[in-house]
């Protein structure tokens, strides 16, 4: 027996990993091949999983997408500018990221910002009210709120 037969999978074990890994949990293309590089597959290899992965709908760009977008948002409070960053990282196409926007409607998505900015400003001790309107300003920036929305909030809130 070789030494480097331990370590080696077959493609048949390597496609239902697979299939596990992405039944799991929604995952991009970018995810997917970045798990069969370590598993040491040959090219060939890894483009049929990916193949099969596609074609039995286990991977699929814009439902990772949208459902990237809601959660997000939902549990982290990313503005639209941090999620489209994030799905641009990821190589989503603009078509499916533009899909995913739109799954977070306008009245929720305004509720949320003014929900964490009055939160935010809430619990920040500044006394100083430019650093305390930088701090609440970057906060809200880093998260991904649009530039407009956080300077029409912060100057509303720190008088």
């Known amino acids: 027996m070789h030494q480097n037969s331990l370590q080696s999978i077959t493609v048949t074990e390597a496609l239902k990993k697979m299939e596990r890994y992405c039944a799991y949990q929604e995952r991009c293309h970018k995810e997917v091949e970045g798990k069969l590089k370590t598993m040491k597959l040959i090219p060939e290899a890894r483009e049929k999983i990916i193949l099969h992965l596609l074609e039995h709908n ?85 998260r991904g709120w649009e530039t407009q929305l956080v300077f029409e909030k912060v100057n509303s809130l720190v008088k």
């Open 58 to 142: 286990f991977l699929n760009e814009e439902r990772f997408a949208k459902s990237f977008a809601r959660g997000k948002f939902r549990i982290k409070k990313w503005g639209k500018q941090r999620i489209l960053r994030e799905l641009n990282y990821r190589g989503i196409s603009k078509y499916n990221i533009k899909t995913a926007l739109k799954e977070i409607s306008e009245k929720d998505y305004l509720e949320a910002f003014h929900f964490l900015a009055e939160k935010k400003y809430a619990s920040l001790k500044e006394t100083d009210k430019y650093k305390k309107r930088k701090k609440l300003t970057d906060y809200l920036l880093y």
